[in-house]
Antibody, heavy 112, light 107 residues
Framework: EVQLVESGGGLVQPGRSMKLSCAAS????????MAWVRQAPTKGLEWVAT????????YYRDSVKGRFTISRDNAKSTLYLQMNSLRSEDTATYYC?????WGQGVMVTVSS | DIQMTQSPASLSASLEEIVTITCQAS??????LAWYQQKPGKSPQLLIH???SLADGIPSRFSGSRSGTQYSLKISRLQVEDTGIYYC?????????FGGGTKLELK
């Protein structure tokens, strides 16, 4: 059974950093590109970043470019999202995903 | 960026009714279109990938179609468990873009 389990969320002050993790199991993690998608409270889905299967290519939405870094450790079957200079508009539930599978999501709240 | 215009924003339909949701892409995206269902407090669930292919375990009353840059999700006989919010997603080019969502309720 495929599992994607996010962790690392919580409450953080504006301008601070936070690192999300997504532990994958049930499939050969190193064979697949992965993505982070977020959803602000009561809003729609928004793609954040994508990483290729080997980590050699990464893509970001404009609003997080230069602040967020997606990475992966294939030996640990884990996906990461390093989030720096956090803003209130980054408040959302963050999902890691590799279709058709999604994690349960982790909430990030940016507030003073 | 590719814009995905999804309609309607909300929809109320009766049991067994046929329901259609559409997404209009602002440019050619080929078949790089997926449909998701999301229930309150839950992660999205993939329904359709590659515009017309049913995801594993999804009931056959769900189907996807394409006409040029317009994509449609059809539910042939609406069931109680089909309520929720539906999203389309294009992965033809970065940034990936979702439609605004369609909230489907039972009448």
């Amino acid at each position: 059974e495929v599992q994607l389990v996010e962790s690392g969320g919580g409450l953080v002050q504006p301008g601070r950093s936070m690192k999300l993790s997504c532990a994958a199991s049930g499939f050969t993690f190193s064979n697949y590109g992965m993505a982070w998608v977020r959803q602000a409270p009561t809003k729609g889905l928004e793609w954040v970043a994508t990483i290729s299967y080997d980590g050699s290519s990464t893509y970001y939405r404009d609003s997080v470019k230069g602040r967020f870094t997606i990475s992966r450790d294939n030996a640990k079957s884990t996906l990461y999202l390093q989030m720096n200079s956090l803003r209130s508009e980054d408040t959302a539930t963050y999902y890691c995903t590799r279709d058709p599978d999604w994690g349960q999501g982790v909430m990030v709240t940016v507030s003073s | 960026d590719i814009q995905m215009t999804q309609s309607p924003a909300s929809l109320s339909a009766s049991l067994e009714e046929i329901v259609t949701i559409t997404c209009q892409a602002s440019q050619d995206i080929g078949n790089w279109l997926a449909w998701y269902q999301q229930k309150p407090g839950k992660s999205p669930q993939l329904l359709i990938h590659s515009a017309t292919s049913l995801a594993d375990g999804i009931p056959s009353r769900f189907s996807g179609s394409r006409s040029g840059t317009q994509y449609s999700l059809k539910i042939s006989r609406l069931q109680v468990e089909d309520t929720g919010i539906y999203y389309c997603l294009q992965r033809y080019s970065n940034p990936w873009t979702f439609g605004g969502g369609t909230k489907l309720e039972l009448k």
